[in-house]
């Protein structure tokens, strides 16, 4: 009998950040006391080796509080403890479908997949989050060295869950151009909606052409349905 999985974006898909406190760009640099086009300058061009796992985000933020002059322990202390803590946070507002939803899916015999794109520091929260034991795979940027969109990441997650890419499902909010990414890696995408709001920083919004799912137990009538199942 041949294996099945879904496969899941973590991020606007099995949590969202926008519905606890926000600690991004704008909220950081206000606690370091900088104008936000200042820590900028050394935040933005750091993305990459941040989710490629290539510097911390620790890191980062002891270059920008000494590079503007700002710098003490106590500060950088705060500063990486309320991040930390603000991304524990997110795991406690999951939508109430999320741990049903892939009860669900383990007692179908269906594999369970992650890949996201993420920091060391968020990395490390959801391996201790309440979703970390439903991961039969998880495809981590910061540990692989390996990226969404890039063709690699999803070729390594197919390769881990022994699936042939038309067995898979893959649910993600649409940024990233990730749905694009599974279709062409040969898997079946679909857009998860159930967090998506207007009039917040979220990424994406709804995507015209894709299948949309607006609860997460959309996930279990649709897998049925292509026959991703056990």
Known sequence: MNKKAVVFDMFETLITMFESPQYMGREICADMGIPEP???????PTEDDRTLGKITVEKVFERILRTNGCYTDELFARIVEKR????????DHLHPEIIPMMEALKAAGI??????NCFFEERDVIKESA?????DVACLSCELGMKKPGADIFAH???ELGVRADECL?????????LEAATA???????????LKEGTRQP???????????????????????????
């Open 131 to 135: 979703l970390w034991p439903y991961f």
């Open 84 to 91: 930390r803590n603000v991304t524990i946070e997110l795991f």
């Open 185 to 195: 890696a040969g898997m079946q995408a679909a857009q998860a909606c159930w967090y």
């Open 111 to 116: 594999k369970v997949a992650l890949i996201s």
């Open 170 to 178: 893959y649910v993600g909010d649409g940024g990233s151009n990730e």
């Open 38 to 44: 200042t820590f900028r300058e050394i935040w933005n």
């Open 204 to 230: 994406v919004g709804r995507l015209p052409g894709w299948v949309q799912l607006d609860k997460p137990m959309d996930v279990i009538t649709l897998a049925h349905k292509t026959g991703v199942q056990k």
């Open 157 to 159: 997650c197919l390769h």
